[in-house]
């Protein structure tokens, strides 16, 4: 089941401001999956994730390869509750862009994130869907 983003309940909004860790997955050039954990936000009223890192790490150089059909699916999880983001991704070295994913970034994990010289910000835009529930007790096989 897949709903768009800005029908997110306010149960499922407020999981996604918890600070914790989730898996980005994005597919390697030969199609196999590539998985990592990261930090990340969400920002509710757009919709996009953001998620910092080093260009020349294995999910941006993907993401890169990719270009504009650049798919990633993204992945937190506590317990028995979960949430899966899927969507398009780029990746930006626009300041702008990085110093607001750093802000929020700052305010989510209370803490700066790590600061390569060559940081990379991920995003996946307010097209993302989600899969999965935050809400049930119980996982439902979809």
Not at 9 to 32: E, K, Y
Request: aromatic fraction near 6%; proline fraction near 9%; glycine fraction near 4%.
């Amino acid at each position: 089941m897949s709903r768009p983003t800005f029908q997110l309940s306010s149960v499922t909004r407020a999981f996604l401001t918890l600070p914790h860790t989730a898996t980005l997955t994005t597919l390697r050039p030969d199609g196999t999956p590539h998985v990592t954990p990261v930090r990340f936000t969400f920002d509710a009223a757009t919709g996009l994730v953001r998620v910092t890192t080093r260009a020349g790490s294995r999910k941006a150089r993907n993401v890169k390869a990719a270009g504009p059909a650049a798919r990633v699916a993204l992945c937190q999880a506590e317990g028995i509750r979960w949430i899966t983001l899927e969507g398009r991704a780029a990746v930006t070295h626009a300041p702008a862009h990085l110093a607001e994913a750093v802000r929020r970034y700052t305010v989510r994990y209370r803490a700066d994130p790590p600061t390569p010289l060559d940081l990379v910000s991920s995003r996946s835009p307010s097209t993302a869907s989600w899969t999965s529930t935050s809400e049930s007790p119980v996982p439902k096989a979809e």
